[in-house]
């Protein structure tokens, strides 16, 4: 565990919980830290189970070692108290995702953090709402426009209904 001495903790975020509003449902004391990049390794989206019914309606995202490749996120501190509702968001506890160290660079530097990589992993495209608040929380963190394009170009299934974005109640100031 990269628990810093001062009882936080560094979380890298690459799906989701790129959005600051998402994030701090189950996590309120998220607070921005800085924007990087996880060098080989790749963006994919998909399920732990072929057929795991989701809040999110469609595949969530997760990172696959791929040389070569990288995935820009943001680098929010949390605190450690937060460290179990992280990994229940996650579905930690019920196998879904396994926690992962990994080095992010950064303009501070290189931070050592942690993420979330889905077990069992099954290819899915994501629902447009799970893709639309990747995007919202990729441009709300000025993540690089060149990655931004990456993720407007991600296919969806095309999902409309209820979803969790309806929960999200965004503050656009």
């Known amino acids: 565990m990269s628990h ?10 690459f799906g989701s919980n790129l959005l600051k509003e998402r994030l701090q449902l189950a996590n309120p004391s998220a607070v921005f830290c800085t924007t990087g990049r996880l060098k080989d390794y790749e963006l994919n989206f998909g399920l732990s189970e072929k057929h795991a019914d989701n809040s999110w309606h469609g595949g969530v995202a ?6 070569g490749s990288d995935v820009w996120g943001v680098v929010w501190t949390l605190s450690n108290e937060n460290l179990q509702s992280l990994d229940e968001q996650e579905g930690v506890y019920k196998g879904k995702y396994s926690p992962l160290e ?7 530097g290189v931070i050592l953090c942690r993420t979330y990589q889905i ?8 629902s447009p709402q799970y893709k639309q608040v990747i995007c ?3 441009e709300q963190n000025g993540l690089p ?6 993720l407007e170009a991600i296919e969806t299934n095309n999902y409309s209904g209820p979803s969790i974005l309806d929960q999200i109640k965004m503050t656009t100031k």
């Open 62 to 67: 997760t990172i696959e070692s791929h040389p």
């Open 119 to 126: 077990n069992n992993f099954h290819a899915c495209p994501p």
């Open 136 to 138: 919202l929380g990729a």
């Open 102 to 108: 990994v080095l992010v660079e950064t303009d501070q």
């Open 145 to 150: 426009a060149e990655y931004l394009k990456r």
């Open 4 to 13: 810093a001495s001062n009882g936080h903790f560094m979380y890298f975020a």
